[in-house]
């Protein structure tokens, strides 16, 4: 169920025979929360708090069991001397009468143990109904799941989403097929900004980036989980000695690479060190709102991360204003290749690179959809028609992360993100 975090796209067969599946793999633990497993959760307790009520009732039963035992001969006495006196009501003198009497007040508190008796086999029978739906439950789920104890289930789901979480990061590069539908994270800043994860640290630092604005910013904020960037907790403040311009920025293995405000210079800022470590001029790229986006604010420099490394997305005057991709040394900022992709920035709503191809969305307002898609490898070009829900209508930063494989979203103050589905041939050792 896509409920559970599992959602599988595409199932198809091969011209080669092969199985082709694309399929989103929850995050770790969330089999945890599975449908069954929080029934057998709940069928748990339900067997500990029926074994804690029959301990409580066979106490109760052997106490009173003892108690009717000892007035058992008590009882017997009173009989017979309840039928002598029935046969001669001469012999039943003032004396006599008084001795019944305090044999039937001995006997008095038999009456509220067999009056527990009653409510104990009242008890016993609602017990009993327990038991008999917990079996048919336990039968059900044991059909569905198999002959195994909870135990065992567990470390094989663990042992399974570990095995999928490898496979995964093994998967390597594909082709963009679809996009979710959005999830929204927090509603929080202005209309324009941009918001980020690491691209490359371990999946342990899950620390979060906040960027509100989009000229002449300086103001960072460095969120400790995603749940503190939600709760808007836990965060320390890094304050850049150079001005941003536009929202195009990343942070790369511990660094924020960010365009420089009112220039073409690159900057690289260590969040740990809080220093500039390299800026480099980025030759003949248009800034000042030169050649932005279609929704402007100085959106000239785009940078971008993907599983191949640093990118640089703008445009010149050589190019006449069409983009220009260009691979960046993360460590110097010096540009090792540039692809001109013949389609003009302006027209362009956002874009971001997956797997070394450069995806351009045709708008930043509703109506969106992933329209184009350059590919470096092959220096070639294909319009694609992929949609892409823009749910709240004006996107200013737009930016894929392979560590996490998810699309990080500004969008008229909120900050949202996409899942997304990526065609793979998968190979197997041979083949």
Avoid at 248 to 260: A, E, I, M, P, T
């Amino acid at each position: 169920s896509p409920d559970e975090g599992w959602q599988v796209y595409t199932s198809a067969q091969a011209p080669d025979g092969k199985c082709l599946c694309t399929a989103v793999i929850p995050v770790q633990g969330t089999c945890s929360r599975d449908l069954r497993s929080h029934q057998l959760r709940q069928l748990t307790e339900k067997v500990q708090n029926i074994s804690q009520s029959m301990e409580v009732l066979d106490l109760r039963t052997y106490r009173d069991l003892q108690y009717v035992r000892n007035t058992e001969s008590l009882m017997k006495g009173l009989d017979s001397r309840l039928k002598v006196a029935a046969e001669s009501q001469r012999s039943l003198n003032a004396k006599s009468f008084q001795e019944l009497k305090d044999k039937m007040t001995e006997l008095l508190p038999l009456l509220p143990v067999l009056d527990q008796y009653k409510s104990d086999t009242r008890l016993i029978v609602h017990l009993k109904e327990e038991v008999r739906n917990l079996s048919g439950s336990l039968l059900a789920i044991q059909e569905e799941m198999g002959a195994y104890d909870y135990e065992e289930l567990q470390q094989r789901v663990l042992m399974l989403e570990a095995r999928l979480h490898a496979c995964m990061q093994k998967l390597g590069c594909g082709k963009l097929t679809g996009v979710s539908n959005p999830i929204t994270i927090r509603a929080s800043g202005s209309r324009f900004g941009s918001w980020m994860t690491d691209t490359m640290t371990p999946s342990a630092d899950t620390r979060v980036w906040y960027m509100d604005g989009y000229y002449k910013g300086r103001r960072v904020l460095e969120f400790r989980t995603l749940n503190d960037f939600v709760t808007g907790q836990n965060f320390v403040q890094h304050l850049l000695p150079h001005p941003w311009a536009g929202t195009g920025h990343v942070v790369f293995n511990g660094s924020l690479y960010y365009n420089k405000y009112q220039s073409n210079i690159a900057v690289k800022y260590h969040f740990r060190s809080r220093s500039v470590l390299v800026q480099r001029s980025l030759a003949g790229a248009g800034y000042n709102n030169t050649f932005p986006y279609s929704w402007g604010g100085f959106s000239d420099i785009d940078f971008m991360v993907d599983e191949n490394g640093l990118w640089a997305v703008y445009t010149t005057n050589q190019n006449a204003g069409n983009i220009v991709v260009s691979r960046v040394d993360p460590q110097t900022l010096e540009v090792l290749r540039s692809w001109d992709t013949g389609y003009p920035k302006r027209s362009a709503g956002e874009s971001f690179m997956i797997c070394g191809t450069l995806y351009v969305t045709n708008s930043h307002l509703a109506g969106a959809k992933i329209y184009f898609a350059y590919y470096t490898n092959t220096s070639s070009y294909e319009y694609t028609d992929i949609p892409f829900h823009n749910q709240y209508s004006h996107i200013s930063m737009l930016d894929y992360n392979p560590r996490e494989r998810v699309l990080y979203t500004w969008n008229n103050g909120h900050q949202v993100i996409y899942n997304v589905t990526l065609f793979h041939v998968i190979k197997t050792s041979g083949e």
